[in-house]
């Protein structure tokens, strides 16, 4: 039992640190099979525009590596950052008052979605 147990123990560390790896490789395989799945399930899918369900995949793949690369960067860029978010950023965080810890939150992510949004329209 004890070894079942580690065993667990061993992939919930490996799954917690390449959660988000593991997501944009699992996307990227459902965006390549998604053509011939969908051939399957509708015939009348064209074998080269799969529609407005290819987009689901793909959304999922760039915000994915969005992350991922915002995470790299923020590492390059800021290590001591990075340090700080490691190990001191969660019990600072928890020390807030609720309404400052909604006012971060929301702030920091309409930030990074504005940012995203912007690097999207840079592409068309």
Do not use: C
């Amino acid at each position: 039992m004890n070894h079942i147990q580690t065993v667990f123990d061993q992939f919930n560390y490996f799954f917690n640190q390449h959660k988000l790896s593991l997501m944009l490789v699992l996307s990227i395989l459902v965006f390549i099979f998604f053509g011939d799945t969908i051939r399957r399930i509708d015939i009348t899918a064209a074998p080269i525009d799969l529609g407005v369900l290819a987009v689901i995949p793909l959304s999922a793949i760039t915000v994915i590596s969005f992350m991922i690369l915002t995470g790299w960067m923020i590492a390059w860029q800021w290590p001591v950052l990075n340090e700080y978010q490691h190990i001191f950023l969660e019990r600072t965080f928890k020390s807030l008052l609720s309404w400052q810890k909604v006012l971060i939150y929301f702030s920091f992510y309409l930030a990074v979605f504005y940012a995203f949004i912007l690097a999207t329209a840079a592409f068309m």
